[in-house]
């Protein structure tokens, strides 16, 4: 039972990237997914969540506008669209599961981790 997350990269500010994280062992059906990143030097920071126990989509106000976050159930896929990306975006991100309750914003309540992957904006 695993995330595997996959997508990132680098891209010139105001490009665009999509992150996909991908349950292995179990259906994403069931979990609320969140998106977390932490960039060099700062603390990590909630990014959006998908929620189940209310099938509503929350984000953080310096993403909002620019990110979506979206379900493949056919894939068992959670992915982060991210658009108009600027340098303040570049960070390590991190997606993260748990069961069937609400959104959190501390990656601490969330029983399952991806890996994490890089996004590096350059100007």
């Known amino acids: 039972v695993q995330l595997v997350q996959s997508g990132g990269g680098s891209v010139r500010a105001g490009g665009s990237l999509k992150l996909s994280c991908q349950a292995s062992?179990?259906?994403?059906?069931?979990?609320?997914i969140g998106w977390f990143r932490q960039a060099p030097g700062k603390d990590r920071e909630w990014v959006s969540c998908l929620s189940r126990s209310d099938s509503s989509t929350y984000y953080a106000d310096s993403v909002k506008g620019r990110f979506t976050i979206s379900s493949d159930s056919a894939d068992n896929r959670v992915h982060l669209q991210m658009n108009n990306l600027d340098l303040e975006d570049t960070a390590v991100y991190y997606c993260a599961a748990r069961y069937f309750v609400s959104c959190s914003k501390l990656i601490e309540n969330y029983h399952l981790r991806g890996q994490g992957t890089q996004v590096t904006v350059s100007s």
């Open positions: 062992g179990f259906s994403f059906v069931d979990y609320t």
